[in-house]
């Protein structure tokens, strides 16, 4: 079982810059690949960037290529997502989730994650 705790969301203005953090229980975390996912209300749960297990390799969804990255810290065990020029549009609960994934590949996939954590709000204000 692995347990995935996010940190970081609140609320920031238009333009403005978030980072949001993933801390994971599991001690093989270099095995993890690792996934940012987001959900406005009404909507369904959508891929924003993961990172392979090695942060050799990360992908994009095209709503925040150029303004999102995602990083990885295996020593800490923990992934980042990193938001700059925020839109009002980026406003959703935001979800890390993990896979054992040996390969190089991002996986954007949601239904190949086998573990998520609870959630963190991002709120963007014009």
């Known amino acids: 079982q692995v347990l995935l705790v996010e940190s970081g969301g609140g609320l920031v203005q238009a333009g403005g810059s978030l980072t949001l953090s993933c801390a994971a229980s599991e001690r093989t975390f270099s095995s993890l690949a690792m996934g940012w996912f987001r959900q406005a209300p009404g909507k369904e749960r959508e891929f924003v960037g993961g990172i392979s297990r090695s942060g050799g390799s990360s992908g994009y969804a095209d709503s925040v290529q150029g303004r999102f990255t995602v990083s990885r810290d295996n020593a800490r065990k923990t992934v980042y997502l990193q938001m700059n020029s925020l839109k009002l549009e980026d406003t959703a609960v935001y979800y890390c989730?993990?896979?054992?994934?040996?390969?190089?590949?991002?996986?954007?996939?949601?239904?190949?994650?086998?573990?998520w954590g609870q959630g963190t709000q991002v709120t963007v204000s014009s």
């Open positions: 989730a993990a896979r054992y994934d040996l390969s190089a590949r991002v996986v954007r996939d949601r239904s190949l994650y086998s573990y």
